[in-house]
């Protein structure tokens, strides 16, 4: 991997030739347990929203990427986002958190909130907030405390399709 300084990252949105290479980073980033995670449960009903994801390149290697899907909470429409995963090697050059923000603002542009499981001491700093959240249910055991929200301060109810 090229240091950040001459690394010259392009940024795309997901397309479906590029799924078997996304496959390949999560298995890289979460390992076999990925499919166990509440997370998995809402994708597996939630409307992917590829024109809110986005795919990290170096050349015509793929380094990170972010989904974004179509859910709602206590019937409000919100977009949820996950997995976020960088390649190891590619990681704390602010790859992840340029997923993050490019996937946020396009959300936040078309009126969503966003809602995501995941570390706070990660997520914080791009104003994604617990208390915002604590009203808002998983559909399965999740640590509330990595519930978190961007966007909305009244989010409550059970996440559904
Ligand atoms: C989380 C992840 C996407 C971050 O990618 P990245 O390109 O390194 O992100 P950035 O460069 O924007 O940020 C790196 C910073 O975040 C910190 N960080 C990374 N994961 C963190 C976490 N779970 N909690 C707190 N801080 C974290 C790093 O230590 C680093 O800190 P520094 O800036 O003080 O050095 C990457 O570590 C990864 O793929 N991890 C495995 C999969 C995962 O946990 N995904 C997130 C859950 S959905």
């Known amino acids: 991997m090229i ?18 290479a996304i496959e390949a980073l999560l298995d890289h980033a979460f390992g076999p347990g990925r499919f166990t995670k509440v997370s998995e449960r809402v994708r597996e009903f939630a409307e992917f929203r590829p024109d809110m994801s986005f795919c990290a390149w170096d050349g015509a290697r793929l ?7 179509a859910v709602h909470v206590g019937g409000r429409p919100v977009i949820f986002l996950g997995p976020l995963a960088v390649l190891a090697e590619g990681r704390k050059f602010g790859t992840g958190g340029e997923l993050v923000q490019r996937a946020s603002a396009a959300a936040r542009a078309a009126g969503y909130p ?27 055991p999740v640590d509330q405390r ?16």
């Open 3 to 20: 240091a950040p300084a001459e690394q010259a990252l392009s940024f795309t949105h997901e397309q479906p030739q590029d799924a078997d």
């Open 114 to 140: 966003v809602l995501l499981v995941g570390d706070q001491p990660y997520f914080g700093r791009f104003g994604y907030c617990v208390d915002a959240a604590k009203d808002v249910r998983l559909p399965g």
């Open 63 to 69: 380094v990170g990427s972010v989904r974004m899907w």
């Open 146 to 161: 990595r519930v978190l929200v961007l966007g909305a301060s009244d989010l409550a109810g059970l996440v559904t399709a």
